[in-house]
Every structure is written in C-alpha cells, then in structure tokens.
C-alpha cells in the first residue's frame, strides 16, 4: 500500500493537481470522520425478490421519480419513454413524487417500503430521477443506489428531456440498430503523472488484456475491443471514436476529469470535461487538451451507445466537497448550484439520436482504490459492469458491485476506526477506496440495455 496518495482530477485554471497529494496518515485522520456520521453506518444492500427476473420490467417494475412541483410539461417531453416503460412493467409502473427535503430513507418509509428486500410492488427496482440535484439530491440517488437500480436524466431545456425519451424509444422499437458490435477502451497515461499511469497500467489495461490468465471481457462476450492508449489517446481519436459511421456500443475512458474554481466562468460548461493525452503537463492548460461537450459536434454518432467515464467530476459536481481531505475542516463549497455534467447532459440529447446512458462520477475519482490491496485486484466491479452490460443486461442492475462495494468497505472502515491498533495505510486505503465506490451513478434510464442480437 502506498504512503502517499496523488489524486485525479486537473484544475482548468491552474494546470496543478485538483487536490494535493496526501499521506496515509493524513487521509487515516480523515475517516475518522466516518465514526461520527450516522449515515455511514445504514449498510442495507439488498436484492430482487428471488422470482424476479431483472431484464424482465414485469416481475422487476419501472418507476419514474419527479420532484412535487414539476411541471405537467415535464412529463409530457418524457411520454414517449415513459409510454413504453408501462407497458413493459404493467401494474408494477409507479410515477412517484419527491418531497423537498427526503432522504431516502424517508421516502421509501413513506412509500411503505423499510429496510429489507426490494419490493416491486410499492416502489419499483429500476427507478428513473429526474431533475437537476438541486430539486432531487445526488445524496437521495446515492441512497437508494444501495438496493435499488437508480439512474438520473437532468437537462437545461425541457427539448432535451423529449430528445432523450424519443431516442431510447425509437432505439428499442427499431428492426435494426446502428451501433456496432464494438468496446473502444481510451485512457490517457501522461509522463510523470502518478494518476494516470496507476488507472491505465491498474485499470484500463487489466480490463482489455483479462485478468489473473482469464481471457478479457471482449473474449467472452464476441465483442471486437479497439484499444486507445497513452500516446493514442488525444482529443482527436476520442472526437473520431465518437464520430464512426456505425458507433461502438462501448466506450470506457479512463483520463483526469477537469475542474474548475468555484467562481470560474468556465465551471458549468467544462467541469468533467475529459483531460486528453495532447495535454503538456503541469503548470499549464488550454481547451485544447481537453474534451469538453461543446467538443461534440452535430456530426458525432453516439445513438445507441454507452459510456462509462473514469473522470472527476465526470456524471456532476454537488454544492460542496462529499469528503473532506483535512481532518476538522467541514466540506468546502465547489458551486453555488448542483449540476449534472454538461458532457453527458450532450450524449444524452445529441441530434443525430442520443447514446441510452453515461456512466461516471459524480465529485473526485479516487484512482487509487484500483490499485491491489495484498495482491488482490480491485478492478472487479469494472469488468463485471462492462461485461454485463455486454451481455444485454440492463444498465442499473449491470452496476450493482459499485454499491455493494461501497457497503462492504464501509463496514470494514468502521471496523478498522474501532480498533486502536488499526494499520493507518489500511484505513488510509479502505477510506479512499469506499469514497470511490459510493459516487459512481448512472446518468439515462437505467432500464436500458443494449440490444445485443440486434447489433452490427
């Protein structure tokens, strides 16, 4: 286990490190944090009922989650998704309201579904969210994250809303589809970058070649995988990736998300913008090193696709810091307003027909918690979600090892902090590797899946 931990993540104003580099120490004296947090301590993570077929909306059920005071506008630009979602689910389609103010506890209690095993029937497995965080907070998805299969569509115009339900419905109801049979892996390694180096050498390449011997996800699910590393990985092979007469199914970038000063002009637009390999290295920064959604042409061809984004800031950015790197000092404002990122907020609404969903992170990727912990590779959860989603299996339900590893690491945190001879680089490690898990979310639907037989 290291000593020092350098974080991801690039601040567009600087060219520096988001976050300075800290020691195990450090990093240790801030999970102790976790004792004092209640929530840290509600670990429930629990599954379908056990005649429940997750690719079956009928024996799963399908609901869509607006805050109390949306606009009837609103769900008429949705009807077209949300039309096809009830006859997929039948009596187990629920619309449901989000009072200000809920946690999800307090919604799900109010709903009548407590702790225990997911319960179609009063709210159902796959649940939509959608509005911006600051009507629905990240931290109610995260909560529910941890039994249900939870995704979140926000947009700026309500045109967007109606591109995205029109998109998925006219994909799924399609004789043929566009999208290729393909996975296109792009992950930068920038020289002298810890951050970079640790998710391509411990991510990106275990996730192409296999792991321990085993042949890789692309192997075993027919999936032709295009890889696209260090010196390849520049903004103009990710523009031309997203560009292809017949798109891949897949994308996964591994890279340093950008982000911005709080009260930066560019924080809306570019935060989670992809920092790209043509990047020159520390101390400077241009918009040119980066891919920002105003980088995705009406040209591109996304429709179809999914994504998942190994990036700070990559799915959003909450109003403060979710986990403070300085003992006693409370979380530190990053906006004055919550926001979904506008890259995904682009693929999910593109003109030539949207990608079905995005996956990322929402605040910093923790890079370390994939480096091997006693030998033991972490990137499971990863090559489980991707293989999965090769499969054809629903997007939401494809993620489940990020909440149960969340849940698993946290349980074993609070068990380290209470024990006084605790190793400091373990909880230093657990700590960061539990904050990684908990942020991963689904941007789109998470009812979507791809539509295997039918790809190119």
């Given at each position: ?6 974080f991801n993540g690039?601040?567009?104003a600087t060219g ?48 869509v989650v607006f ?390």
């Amino acid at each position: 286990m290291p000593e020092s931990y350098t974080f991801n993540g690039i601040n567009g104003a600087t060219g520096q490190y988001l976050t300075p580099q800290q020691t195990a120490e450090q990093l240790a004296a801030s999970a102790q944090e976790a004792k004092k947090n209640p929530v840290e301590r509600r670990l429930e993570a629990f599954g379908l009922p056990f005649d429940a077929n997750p690719n079956d909306l009928a024996t799963t059920g399908w609901g869509v989650v607006f805050a109390e005071d949306a606009p009837a506008t609103l769900k008429e630009a949705l009807e077209p998704l949300l039309a096809r979602r009830r006859a997929a689910a039948g009596v187990l389609f629920h619309q449901l309201a989000y009072k200000p103010g809920e946690t999800a506890r307090q919604w799900l209690n109010r709903l009548g579904a407590g702790a225990g095993a997911v319960q179609p029937r009063k709210v159902p497995y796959y649940l939509l969210v959608v509005g911006s965080p600051e009507a629905i907070p990240f931290e109610f998805q995260y909560g529910l994250s941890l039994e249900y299969a939870v995704g979140r569509i926000a947009f700026e115009t309500e045109a967007q809303y109606a591109a995205y339900a029109t998109g998925v419905d006219a994909y799924e109801a399609a004789a043929k589809v566009a999208a290729s049979r393909d996975i296109v892996y792009w992950a930068t390694r920038h020289a002298g970058d810890g951050a970079t180096q640790l998710s391509a050498d411990f991510l990106a390449k275990p996730l192409i070649e296999g792991v321990d011997g085993e042949p890789s996800i692309a192997k075993k699910t027919g999936f032709r995988a295009q890889a696209l590393l260090g010196d390849e990985a520049t903004r103009g092979a990710l523009q031309k990736a997203l560009s292809r007469r017949k798109p891949p199914s897949l994308l996964f970038t591994a890279s340093h998300g950008m982000g911005f000063p709080k009260d930066d002009a560019r924080l809306a637009e570019k935060q989670g913008a992809l920092l790209c390999q043509d990047w020159t290295g520390f101390g400077s920064i241009e918009p040119a090193h980066y891919l920002s959604a105003a980088d995705v042409g009406d040209d591109a061809n996304v429709s179809g696709s999914i994504a998942f984004c190994f990036a700070c800031f990559g799915a959003g950015t909450p109003r403060t810091e979710d986990f403070t790197l300085q003992d006693g000092v409370p979380p530190q404002p990053l906006t004055d307003q919550a926001f979904v990122a506008r890259l995904p907020q682009r693929l999910l609404s593109h003109p030539r027909g949207p990608a079905l969903a995005i996956i990322g992170h929402v605040e910093r990727a923790w890079g370390y918690s994939i480096r091997p912990m006693d030998t033991v590779t972490q990137v499971a959860p990863f090559t489980n979600a991707l293989g999965a989603l090769m499969k054809g299996q629903r997007v939401g339900h494809a993620l489940r090892d990020f909440p149960t590893r969340y849940s698993t690491l946290s349980t074993e945190l609070l068990a380290d902090l209470g024990q006084e001879l605790a190793e400091v680089p373990r909880i230093a490690y657990r700590w960061v590797a539990r904050n990684d898990a908990r942020n991963f979310v689904c941007i789109g639907d998470p009812a979507v899946a791809l539509r295997i037989d039918a790809l190119a």
